[in-house]
């Protein structure tokens, strides 16, 4: 589904040069539930853009659902992003001049789907996340998990083959934080591939599989001798 | 178009700037259209040809001093016309109380009896003479020319009976609809005076548009103007105007010395007196054109302001936008669009606007009914300024990258 290999990512000023992302190598497989933790600056949310479509890469290849993008156009970005790619952002990202049916109906609109058929997805994913009876309200009338829920319908309105999810329960309270999650959890056994970024080891521990990022590439911690003991320690943690 | 419904949805959550876009549209409509109304009535006025030949015509106001007797004008008109036949360029002159365009001389009511109150037409009525044709270069249409023997002298105004006269086509027509107007009579006065020619065309002296209904209706009588003030219009050969101009003055008064000829504007070439003539209505069309072209301005610089404002403010949403599956071209459309909605509003408005103003105008002064093709080209226009207006800040906003999406504010 998301195959990254020998990835780089270099943001280039007059002076210097920055890795965000050096010989990065990820595949996510269809189906899967992967988190991606790593600690501030590591690249995690670089990662998520790319793969996401929202940046560039400067050298490397990535396959999404089989497409090489790296040659694509702004145009075909736009549309792979819209058909084939769901976003949960940390800050929602609701439009706050738009009510709940409106803010789920923007992807649908860039599609150019007919209106009988984006009132059915828009209304089928309401309900999905408990929100129908909201429709009409706008995000300024809700909490701050009901607007995750309703850019997790927006998400998913559009029957996206992948999740991206950056840090989706951390503008949350506990309480709401848990509720997305069993949302996503629910979605993931529906069989979407959801790949989420996360520095809460809780919340990557509830994924299927953890990749961690550091200084821009993916580690193993378990067999990575420098974090092992770290490792060992924060498992204990959670199993616990 | 698809986007109609989110986009008003999402103004309505931007009421002010939107209204005040709108009405400033609309206020641009309302006086644009009437501006641009009054001055094409201005320059269709001023272009108006005078059916004489302009290029040749020189004009010089004499005014006697002394106050001569009127038995005395007509030796001092006949030495002066000989002194000016005699300057080197001049091919004939005429003396006159007044010329096209000259704002001052004399009107009567024309028509088919005595009766002053049953006048067919108001008429500007010209003193002139058998060189009076040749020299403005009249086309006669129909009848002859006065010969020398009927060219009689009038001291007062309320004298003149003239046995002959020439009128104008357009006054011709207004007389005798139904046929030739040669051999008939009409009355300037209390006699009867026989229509000897035609001529196509001779503007009045008058350029007040309240005579504009009639300023093609002239009367020439033969008869020379005993008073103290003449006119005379004197024909220059091609390329000698500016030779003759700067001598004439010299030449008169080398003949005679008893006399003023205004340094100012006592010799005028035709052009002079034509952009005299016409000054107040070029110059309302040009203050009609700069106010045009300043509201114009200020209306595209207010959408540009508020577009790039809302750009600004909208970063992140166009972000998400772009994110969500937006092509730089659905912001652009987005963008366009929402201001051609605000666009709608405003000439909607403004299309009344401009006819309220038109009713006050007419009202008021004296305008004529605003022409609808006005109202359609402003709003046309007016949808075109906004459009090229918020193109620049729109591209901008079509610019924004997705990633913006997960930038922090």
Partial sequence: MLKMTHLSKVYRTEVVETYALRDFNIDVKEGEFVAVTGPSGSGKTTFLTIAGLLETFTGGEYHLDGIEVSQLNDNARSKIRNEKIGFIFQAFNLIPDLNVFDNVEVPLRYRGMKAPERKERIMGALDRVGLASRAKHYPAELSGGQQQRVAIARALAGSPRLLLADEPTGNLDTQMARGVLELLEEIHREGATIVMVTHDPELAARAQRNVHIIDGQVVDLAEDPRFHTAYTAAAGQIRS | ?409
């Avoid at chain 2, 040749?134 to 003149?160: M, Q, S, Y």
């Avoid at chain 2, 994110?323 to 071209?329: E, K, V």
């Avoid at chain 2, 909605?341 to 004296?366: D, H, K, P, R």
């Fill in chain 2, 1 to 409: 178009m698809m986007q109609i419904r989110p986009i008003l949805a999402a103004l309505r959550h931007h009421k002010a700037g939107t209204l005040l876009i709108a009405l400033q549209i609309a206020l641009t409509l309302a006086i644009v259209c009437n501006a641009l109304f009054i001055i094409h009535q201005r320059l269709t006025h001023l272009s108006q040809p005078t059916g004489i030949d302009e290029d040749s015509l020189l004009i010089v106001q004499n005014q006697w001093a002394g106050r001569p007797a009127p038995a005395e004008v007509p030796s001092l008109l006949a030495a002066d016309l000989d002194t000016l036949r005699k300057i080197p360029g001049v091919t004939n002159a005429y003396p006159s109380n007044t010329f096209p365009l000259s704002n001052g001389g004399i009107a009567y009511g024309i028509g088919h009896s005595p009766d002053k109150l049953k006048f067919t037409s108001d008429t500007a009525i010209y003193f002139t003479d058998e060189n009076t044709l040749p020299t403005l270069g009249l086309k006669l249409v129909a009848g002859r020319n006065f010969r020398a023997d009927e060219i009689g002298e009038a001291a007062g105004l309320d004298k003149i009976a003239p046995a002959v006269i020439i009128i104008t086509h357009e006054l011709a027509d207004r007389l005798f609809p139904d046929g030739s107007a040669v051999g008939k009579m009409a009355y300037i006065s209390n006699q009867p005076s026989i229509i000897i020619g035609v001529v196509e065309r001779l503007q009045t002296p008058y350029v007040d548009s309240a005579m504009a209904q009639w300023s093609a209706c002239s009367t020439l009588v033969p008869f020379r103007h005993l008073v103290d003030s003449t006119a005379y219009v004197v024909r220059v050969q091609p390329g000698q105007m500016a030779d003759v101009a700067s001598h004439v003055r010299a030449a008169l008064y080398a003949a005679n010395r008893m006399r003023v000829i205004s340094a100012k504007d006592g010799v005028q070439t035709f052009a002079q007196v034509r952009a005299t003539a016409y000054a107040s209505d070029r110059g309302m069309a040009i203050l009609m054109g700069a106010i045009s072209v300043v509201l114009l301005a200020i209306t595209a610089a207010g959408i540009v302001g508020l577009t790039s404002f809302w750009v600004g403010q909208r970063r992140k949403q166009i972000g998400v936008r772009r994110a969500l599956g937006a092509t730089q071209h659905d912001i652009l459309s987005y963008f366009l669009t929402e201001n051609l909605l605000i666009g709608f509003a405003g000439v909607v408005i403004g299309g009344v606007l401009a006819l309220g103003l038109n009713l006050w105008l007419m009202n008021q002064f004296e305008v004529e009914r605003l022409e609808p093709g006005y109202v359609i080209a402003g709003v046309i226009a007016l949808l075109l300024l906004g459009q090229g207006a918020v193109l620049a800040p729109a591209l901008r906003a079509s610019h924004v990258p997705p990633v913006e999406a997960t930038r922090s504010v």
